[in-house]
């Protein structure tokens, strides 16, 4: 079993970036701006945002954090992201999810100037991703992708195996692992709560990617011998054995699943990281179309 290393990958692709913002900005171009609105103050999206945050400051990137109280109406926050896209210092805006009941997270997202959208969320990016043309993707599979190319593994002619199928991991995770490209070109099977019978579909997978949002949902008698297991999930567990009462697991039962495996991601150190990537490459791209 060989550990897909969030920590060595993402360290190589933020070289990659900084590197590369650098030359930009030698050449004459604008250093990237990166917008973050958080509304209310879930613990989870404040740790999201202020890693996001952080990555800027560590890549050379502006960044900007806007936060508005959870009694923000979805009007107020709308003028916020209007008020974003016609600043000309911001390249990329990202509006952090979940949003108060009361906000529909589909307006606000439709809100945002697609050549602002690093989150890939906006239904331009989604539809040009579909039809394979150049776009910014979501930044969850984007790191995915990112990733399996890194270890240069193989996917052409293997069956993958989704599970999950919201519009910000699992849908987009489908559609780019069927695209004919490298990583890509697999036969893709999407599963989700009505599937019937889901462990007779992840046990013929090759590659398995869990984006349910259940811990260690997926057990060790899911799995075929050999196959890659990308875990997405992150969930946080009780455990009274760490001082802060508890800690983070993922969606595969990565004890017990990964002796299996010819390649998994741990969580944390695996996929939250390659999706910090996708967004700071989407940034990057965001300020360089703009041009010189
Ligand atoms: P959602 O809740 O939007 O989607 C979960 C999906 O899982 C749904 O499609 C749902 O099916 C499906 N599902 C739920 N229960 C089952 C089941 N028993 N069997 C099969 N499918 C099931 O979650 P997200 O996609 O936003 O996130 C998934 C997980 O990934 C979460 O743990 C989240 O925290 C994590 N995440 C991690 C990121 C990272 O950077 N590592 C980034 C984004 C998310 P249905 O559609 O039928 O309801």
């Known amino acids: 079993m060989q550990l897909l290393d969030g920590v060595l990958v ?3 692709i933020k070289e990659q970036i900084k590197q590369e913002a650098i030359d930009w900005q030698a050449a004459g171009g604008k ?3 990166l917008a973050a609105i958080l509304v209310g103050n879930n613990p989870a999206s404040e740790a999201y945002v202020g890693s996001k945050v952080k990555h800027c400051d560590e890549l050379g990137f502006d960044s900007t954090l806007l936060r508005l109280p959870s009694e923000t109406t979805e009007a107020a926050l709308i003028a916020e992201v209007q008020r974003l896209n016609e600043d000309p210092a911001v390249d990329g805006i990202l509006v952090q999810l979940p949003l108060p009941e009361h906000i529909s997270p589909d307006s606000v ?18 539809g040009r991703m579909v039809l394979g043309q150049p776009t910014f993707l979501p930044a969850t599979p ?9 270890y240069k593994i193989n996917t052409s002619g293997m069956h993958c195996v989704v599970i999950g199928r919201s519009n910000i991991v699992g849908t987009p995770m489908s559609v780019l692992m069927s695209r004919a490209s490298n ?11 009505r599937t019937r019978n889901l462990k007779d579909f992840t046990l013929n997978a090759d590659i398995i990617i869990a984006a349910i949002g259940k811990p260690r949902y997926v057990t060790a008698d899911m799995v075929k011998p050999g196959a890659i297991v990308i875990d997405v999930g992150i969930n946080r567990i009780e455990d009274a054995s760490r ?3 508890s800690r983070l697991v993922g969606d595969v039962d990565f004890d017990n699943v990964a002796p299996l495996c010819s390649y998994i ?5 695996g996929v939250g990281l390659m999706t910090i990537c996708g967004l700071m490459k989407n940034t990057l791209q965001a300020a360089k179309q703009k041009g010189i």
């Open 10 to 12: 993402s360290g190589h």
């Open 265 to 269: 991601t741990p969580v944390p150190k």
């Open 31 to 33: 250093k990237p701006h």
């Open 243 to 245: 001082k802060s009462g």
């Open 183 to 193: 990583p890509g070109n697999a036969t893709v099977t999407l599963c989700h709560s």
């Open 142 to 150: 984007y790191g995915i992708m990112l990733m399996l190319e890194y």
């Open 109 to 126: 997202i439709n809100a945002i100037d697609p050549g602002k959208d690093v989150d890939g969320f906006h239904p331009i990016s989604q």
